[in-house]
């Protein structure tokens, strides 16, 4: 991943449970007062915790929220984020979310046919081992430095492309270059097809032989087992983990500025000439405008993520 | 029967080789750009030891604010406010929800004067992009032990809550804190957008800026970035595996109680 | 289809196997390695119809493989198994028409009680509504009726098995092959589930092998139990003929409480212990320094001045009680006593042990302890 070194391990397995929505701790009924005090004694832990987020999470956050709503004076307007969502900026969103779903389901299926490899095949333990030890080594190489190993690669004068060109056949002269759409998407499985590896990889163990075996008693062939059982039961964490692809995806900006330079239009990308000062002055706000817009789009895809997850928490115990 | 189980290991090699090809062959066809040469003059570039420097002291003071802030409070919500657990985990993943580059825009947004400027701010706000994969590290450490069970004993026998911090709790979660410390240092030292967005130039912008004069140099850089956090998972996942092996086995003394079966949630 | 439920509800009226003539099953010179180990060696059981024939040993003792085996999940290195006379070894698992209960969470998480019942059914390509009626009427059998809409996360462990089990009888599968079903239950619903299986099978009349490393499960359930160790039966016999006329000494001690006491081995097909010489049964061992196998209401015993043991502990266990005899040479064994005689075997108490006259005896190696 680019902006953040991920370990997907943690965080992004089956049963990642918890919702951004933060309900109340549950306390019983009574409001007396010594049940407030004792409660707000109890909450004196976490309040140094509380008090950065509010700083350094919630406040930027709302910041960002109020700012797409101001024009340069501070007042209400709907400017911002009527431009946000036209013109070049809506092209921006289209091109990122077309990118963003080409990068989450292309690394989703590749992701799942190795994962299945490796748990059906008879390394065993060891080539499980080295299997999600590398997965999480790729997960993690992200950013600049992949951006320019895969220059080296298949840029125009990277190590493929001219061994290509000696064999008589240059992409870059039939239309291919790695500064495109296209060219982004391959850097993206990179990084999108280990983590998909390692999400999927537990959920697929976690198919028990005993299902399978007790299919085939009742009559089942292979085909039967996967659309009745193993593809029902595979299926949440599959889309859970196509949504978390799909938001990593969406938020990437080193990766896409180091390729591109700032040449297509990525949201991510506009987002941030707004900071560098590549744009006409009095208009900062849209940034901001932008930035919501892209929280709101992640928000909703990791709501759908975690309700995912909950589900196959259920079933794959 | 036996050709069918046949046919299927040979798709599943392929499977397997193929994936291996396209992962191998970019950090060989960077390597053989770059050539060894530029290996050598990456040190001597102009920027790479002040960048370099800034993005180490960025990483040490960065992993020292999140693990003195994540540690006392996810011991804290563990020991004393389970509900609140839920909760926790919904906000440490905001961090995910909020990308770097609009994170940045609101930092900058609201910063106070002292701060902007200094690169103080960009450690602070490292710190929350370090939040989820550190607190999801010190929880797991936490699970694996019967957290009550642990300090009710160690209470008992008489010893008082920073005596139990710190003999009992830190040295029981060495892999947790090890792992948490690792993420942040990695996440640090590879963090790209929000520096260039600040206008600070870490060890990834380096590479980036420097990538218009010397192509071959900065895809030596890469390599030497991405070898070195290899080396950093790698070794958690060894010193991990060593750890959990040790106390698996032959459990400390004062623990042998809480300890008889660790299984986790 | 339908007709079958009219079958079975008036096989249960009259309490007879509604399911016609029955399987016969054979198991012929199974054997099977894997790598150096061998789990089975030449295993040959006669299955007859509607009989439960249990495969009772310890862990790795080829049992669950024999199982496997006959429902196709491994192949035999060497060796047939023949349905109804037939040869099924190059039949896949999922034609062979056997019905399996595996020993937990073989449900299909899915899909919720009533549609994993059905499963079967709709594997055979049979009408939605047949197969709802025909699923329902199977977790009635077992009990399970208000549970129907129910998933197996939702139901207890031993709910899980009944669906399990209706599942596998929904498809009236010719033989039912359960692999240690209730191991993974617990005490009080391990013994009423015994009884349901039973009952049911019995009904049913279906051929049934039942695979369980717990003796009582198998002498209460089975028609016949095979007692196996390492790939080889070493018995198959009624159970009270197991247990009285235990064929070998690993099956005597499987089977059952039995005292090791040391002897001496005597020319002419006797051996001598406590005092007393008696006649061996069955093929003693090479050497003279034996064990000689007996049960605990199998020696005599009175309370003696200077006898030959010191009685340790006395558990009553209902009608009868059971006392711990130290005997000298750091020998201890256990007698059984009815209740009613026992007042004065008190701990501390001295008393004689010795082995009633002419009764044969079973004799083993002796074990170093």
Not at chain 1, 124 to 143: E, H, K, M, Y
Not at chain 1, 149 to 156: K, L
Not at chain 2, 93 to 101: Q, R, T, W
Request: glycine letters at 10%.
């Amino acid at each position: 991943m680019d902006q953040a070194v991920q370990t997907p391990g943690p965080l992004a397995g089956p049963g990642v449970p918890g919702s951004g929505a933060g309900a109340a701790p549950g306390a019983p009924g009574r409001l007396s007062a010594t049940h407030l005090l004792r409660g707000l004694r109890r909450a004196l832990g976490v309040i140094p915790f509380g008090l950065y987020v509010a700083f350094f999470l919630l406040a930027p956050m709302v910041a960002v929220a109020i700012g797409a709503f101001q024009d340069n004076n501070g007042n209400f307007t709907l400017s911002n984020v009527h431009a946000a969502t036209h013109g070049i900026y809506l092209h921006g969103f289209w091109q990122s979310i077309l990118l963003s779903v080409i990068s989450a389901v292309l690394p989703g299926i590749l992701g799942l046919i190795l994962a299945y490899a490796i748990v059906r095949s008879e390394g065993g333990n060891l080539l499980r081992q080295i299997a999600i030890t590398a997965a999480g080594v790729f997960a993690n190489f992200g950013g600049v430095p992949l951006a320019f190993i895969f220059i080296a690669t298949i840029g125009s004068s990277g190590l493929v492309n001219q061994w290509l060109t000696s064999l008589g056949f240059d992409p870059y002269n039939h239309g291919f270059t790695l500064y495109s759409l296209l060219g982004v998407v391959i850097v993206y499985l990179y990084f999108q097809i280990p983590l998909m590896v390692l999400v999927i990889l537990p959920a697929l163990e976690g198919l028990r032989p005993a299902w399978r075996e007790a299919a085939e008693n009742l009559g089942a062939r292979s085909w039967d087992y996967w659309r009745y059982v193993g593809g029902p039961v595979l299926l949440p964490s599959f889309l859970g983990c196509v949504l978390l692809l799909f938001g990593s995806a969406l938020s990437a900006y080193a990766t896409a500025e180091a390729l591109t330079n700032g040449t297509i239009p990525l949201t991510a990308i506009q987002i941030g000439s707004f900071l560098n000062g590549n744009v006409i002055a009095g208009q900062e706000n849209i940034g901001k405008a932008l930035g919501l817009g892209m929280v709101v789009i992640i928000a909703v895809a990791m709501l759908l993520y975690v309700a995912m997850q909950r589900r196959a928490a259920k079933w794959l115990r | 029967m036996a050709s069918l189980a046949r046919g299927a290991t040979v798709w599943r090699w392929t499977v397997i080789i193929v994936a291996a090809v396209y992962f191998l062959l970019p950090l060989w066809a960077a390597l053989r750009f770059a050539g060894i040469s530029a290996f050598g003059s990456v040190i001597s570039e102009p920027g790479f030891t002040s960048s370099l420097a800034l993005s180490v002291r960025l990483a040490v003071i960065t992993t020292l604010i999140t693990i003195a802030l994540m540690l006392p409070t996810t011991v804290y919500v563990h020991l004393r406010l389970p509900k609140l657990r839920r909760l926790m985990e919904g906000i440490t993943i905001l961090p995910i929800v909020i990308p770097p580059v609009v994170l940045i825009v609101g930092v900058l947004a609201i910063a106070p004067g002292f701060l902007k400027g200094t690169s103080w701010l960009l450690a602070l706000a490292y710190v929350v992009l370090a939040m989820p994969f550190t607190y999801r590290a010190l929880d797991a450490g936490l699970r694996a032990l019967d957290l009550k069970t642990i300090v009710e004993a160690s209470n008992s026998l008489g010893a008082g809550w920073l005596s139990t911090l710190w003999r009992v709790l830190l040295p029981n979660l060495r892999t947790a804190l090890l792992s948490a410390t690792v993420l942040c240092v990695a996440l640090v030292l590879g963090e790209f957008t929000m520096a260039s967005l600040d206008l600070y130039q870490t060890f990834p912008v380096w590479i980036y800026v420097n990538s218009q004069t010397s192509g071959q140099v900065s895809v030596a850089a890469s390599l030497l970035a991405l070898f070195v956090t290899w080396i950093f998972l790698l070794g958690i996942t060894v010193l991990g595996t060593r750890q959990s092996r040790k106390t698996g086995g032959g459990a400390v003394t004062l623990f042998t109680v809480a300890r008889t079966d660790t299984r986790g949630d | 289809m339908t007709t079958n439920t009219a079958r079975d509800a008036a096989a249960a009226a009259t309490g007879q196997a509604g399911h016609g003539a029955g399987t016969s099953v054979r198991l012929q010179d199974l054997t099977r390695s894997f790598g150096a180990t061998r789990a089975l060696d030449g295993l040959s059981i006669d299955m007859a119809p509607g009989e439960l024939v249990a495969l009772l040993g310890p862990s790795g003792c080829g049992k669950t493989t024999a199982l496997r085996i006959v429902a196709g999940f491994e192949t035999a290195d060497v060796g047939t198994v023949l349905v109804d006379g037939k040869d099924i070894s190059s039949v896949p698992a999922s034609r062979r028409d056997m019905g399996m209960v595996f020993q937990a969470y073989s449900l299909f998480p899915n899909m919720s009680a009533l549609d994993n019942v059905a499963f079967g059914l709709r594997m055979r390509k049979i009408g939605a509504s047949q197969r709802r009626q025909r699923a329902g009427d199977l977790l009635d059998m077992v009990g399970l009726a208000p549970q129907v809409r129910q998933y197996p996360h939702q139901l207890s462990g031993g709910q899980q098995q009944r669906v399990a089990l209706a599942r596998a009888l929904a498809v009236e599968p010719r033989v039912l092959l359960l692999d240690e079903p209730l191991s993974a239950l617990d005490a009080k619903v391990r013994l009423q589930l015994r009884e349901q299986i039973r009952t049911l099978q019995q009904r049913l009349g279906t051929t049934t092998l039942f695979v369980t490393h717990d003796q009582e499960e198998a002498l209460s359930m089975a028609d016949r139990v095979g007692v196996m160790r390492q790939g080889r039966l070493e018995q198959i016999a009624e159970p009270d003929e197991l247990y009285t006329d235990p064929a070998t000494a690993f099956v005597a001690e499987f089977v059952g409480v039995m005292n090791r006491i040391p002897g001496e081995l005597q020319p002419g097909g006797q051996v001598t212990a406590l005092g007393s010489t008696v006649p061996v049964r069955g093929h003693p061992p090479d050497e003279t320094a034996v064990d000689v196998l007996v049960r605990p209401e199998g020696l005599a015993m009175e309370v003696v001045e200077n006898g030959n043991g010191i009685v340790t502990t006395r558990t009553f266990l209902g009608s009868v009680t059971r006392v711990s005899v130290q005997l000298s040479g750091d020998v201890a064994v256990q007698v059984d006593r009815p209740s009613a005689e026992s007042a004065a075997l008190a701990p501390g108490a001295s008393v004689s042990v010795s082995l009633p006259a002419a009764q044969p005896v079973l004799v083993a190696s002796r074990q170093v302890s």
